[in-house]
T-cell receptor
Framework: AQKVTQAQTEISVVEKEDVTLDCVYE???????LFWYKQPPSGELVFLIR??????QNEISGRYSWNFQKSTSSFNFTITASQVVDSAVYFC??????????FGAGTRLFVKA | DSGVTQTPKHLITATGQRVTLRCSPR?????VYWYQQSLDQGLQFLIQ???????AKGNILERFSAQQFPDLHSELNLSSLELGDSALYFC?????????????FGPGTRLTVT
C-alpha cells in the first residue's frame, strides 16, 4: 500500500529560523515520484519540487532544500532563514505506477515576525 | 497564476441537490485531475482524465461523476449532495498521462452544502 506520513501537524517558528518539514513515505514500487506542494492562505496549491526514486541527490533552490533518503524512506524539506511569506500548509505527495498521487495530511507552518 | 481556471469559486446549495464544477486546464495540458480537500479527509484524489478518456479513479463516490470534453475542459458533477460533501474541490492539470509530472492546480471551488 502507498502511504505518505507528515507527522508534524503544525510548526511555529520565528522569522529567520531554519525549519525542517518531515515526510515519510511507504511504497513497494521501485519507481516512484515524490513531490512537495505549498498551499498559502490564498488556497491554491503550488508545485515546489519533484524527485524520482532513482535520483537521491539533494537539491537546493534559494532558501529551500530537500533531502531524499531512500534508506529511511524520507523526503524532508528545509526552509532556511524562514520568512513570514513562507507561512502556508506544505504537502508531501507520492506518485507510483497506479496513476494516483497520494498526498500527506500536510504540515501547517506559521512564521512569526 | 497556474493557468488552470475553475468556476465557480464558491457554491452554496442544499442537501439533495446537484451541482457541476468546471475546470479548464493549462494550455497544452491533456491530463485533468480532480481532488477533494476537506478538514477530516485531507486532500483526496478523485479522478483523472487524459485527452477525453478516464485514466484513474481514486476515492470518488458513485454520486460523483466527471468528464473531459474535446476542448479538454472538464466538469465534475456532484449529485444527491450531503452535508459531508462540503469541501474545497481542486482541479489540476499536467502534460502527460501518467501523473508523474508536476501538477498545476486551479484556485478551487468551495462547495458548501446546507
Amino acid at each position: 500500500a502507498q502511504k505518505v506520513t507528515q507527522a508534524q501537524t503544525e510548526i511555529s517558528v520565528v522569522e529567520k529560523e531554519d525549519v525542517t518539514l518531515d515526510c515519510v513515505y511507504e511504497t513497494r514500487d521501485t519507481t516512484y515520484y515524490l513531490f512537495w506542494y505549498k498551499q498559502p492562505p490564498s488556497g491554491e496549491l503550488v508545485f515546489l519540487i519533484r524527485r524520482n526514486s532513482f535520483d537521491e541527490q539533494n537539491e537546493i533552490s534559494g532558501r529551500y532544500s530537500w533531502n531524499f533518503q531512500k534508506s529511511t524512506s524520507s523526503f524532508n524539506f528545509t526552509i532556511t532563514a524562514s520568512q513570514v511569506v513562507d507561512s502556508a500548509v506544505y504537502f508531501c505527495a507520492l506518485h507510483t505506477g497506479g496513476f494516483k498521487t497520494i498526498f500527506g495530511a500536510g504540515t501547517r507552518l506559521f512564521v512569526k515576525a | 497564476d497556474s493557468g488552470v481556471t475553475q468556476t465557480p469559486k464558491h457554491l452554496i446549495t442544499a442537501t439533495g441537490q446537484r451541482v457541476t464544477l468546471r475546470c479548464s486546464p493549462r494550455s497544452g495540458d491533456l491530463s485533468v485531475y480532480w481532488y477533494q480537500q476537506s478538514l477530516d479527509q485531507g486532500l483526496q484524489f478523485l479522478i483523472q482524465y487524459y485527452n477525453g478518456e478516464e485514466r484513474a479513479k481514486g476515492n470518488i463516490l458513485e454520486r460523483f461523476s466527471a468528464q473531459q470534453f474535446p476542448d479538454l475542459h472538464s466538469e465534475l458533477n456532484l449529485s444527491s449532495l450531503e452535508l459531508g460533501d462540503s469541501a474545497l474541490y481542486f482541479c489540476a492539470s499536467s502534460g502527460n498521462v501518467g501523473g508523474a509530472d508536476e501538477q498545476y492546480f486551479g484556485p478551487g471551488t468551495r462547495l458548501t452544502v446546507t
